[in-house]
């Protein structure tokens, strides 16, 4: 039986993320040995959004609330790395991973995130998962508020590809900020 047919089978024919019927392929979740058990089938939309991360949408991936409790471990990884890149860590922190499990999802992410050292405006390292307080009216482009003084942003991502911002969420939309004008809380 061939791999695809494996992962149909095991599906039920739908997309193992989203659960869509559409447009169904098998898609390697690397490293791997490209057998079904590391393997998942997924559609054209959650496809193409994992293989370009900079088209990511945000709210097609709300259904990762559901597969990440998937029994497939290629499932998991890969619900692992979407949330990871999302900076959903509120979501990766309920995540339960067998220790092989685990180190596959992590495998994805060695050396990035590791070897970036952001600080905010007194020096102090912060990290993926911390809480920070905007120390200065900031105007947000685009979005048409202003993010006030003294406004806590919890659960802030480091992004790999904007040098000395971090990403967070301020009046629920998710936006970078400077580090320069936050500190940690």
């Keep these: 039986m061939s791999v695809e047919k494996e992962l149909e089978a095991r599906s039920g024919g739908v997309c ?5 019927s559409e447009g169904l392929s098998a898609l390697e979740v690397a490293p791997s040995d ?16 994992i293989q370009n991360p900079d088209k990511m949408d ?46 596959w999802a992590q495998a994805g992410f060695k050396g990035a995130s590791e070897s970036t050292v952001v600080k ?17 009216d900031l105007e947000v482009k685009g979005a048409g508020f202003t993010a006030k003084r003294g406004t806590m942003v919890k659960n802030i991502t480091i992004p790999q590809d904007v040098e000395g911002h971090v990403e967070g969420r301020v009046n629920g939309t998710k936006i970078y900020l400077k580090t320069e004008f936050l500190k940690k809380a």
């Design 16 to 20: 193992e993320l989203c659960g869509s």
């Design 34 to 49: 490209a057998s079904a058990e590391q393997s998942i089938y997924v559609c054209a939309t959650c496809k193409e959004q």
């Design 58 to 103: 945000e709210t097609h991936f709300n259904c990762l609330n559901d597969s990440m409790w998937s029994e497939v471990p290629a499932v998991v990884v890969m619900s692992y790395r979407l949330l990871k890149a999302l900076g959903r860590e509120d979501l990766v922190d309920m995540m339960y991973m067998e220790e092989d499990v685990k180190n």
């Design 120 to 136: 905010d405006s007194n020096g102090v390292v912060l990290n993926a998962g911390d809480s920070v307080v905007i120390i200065k």
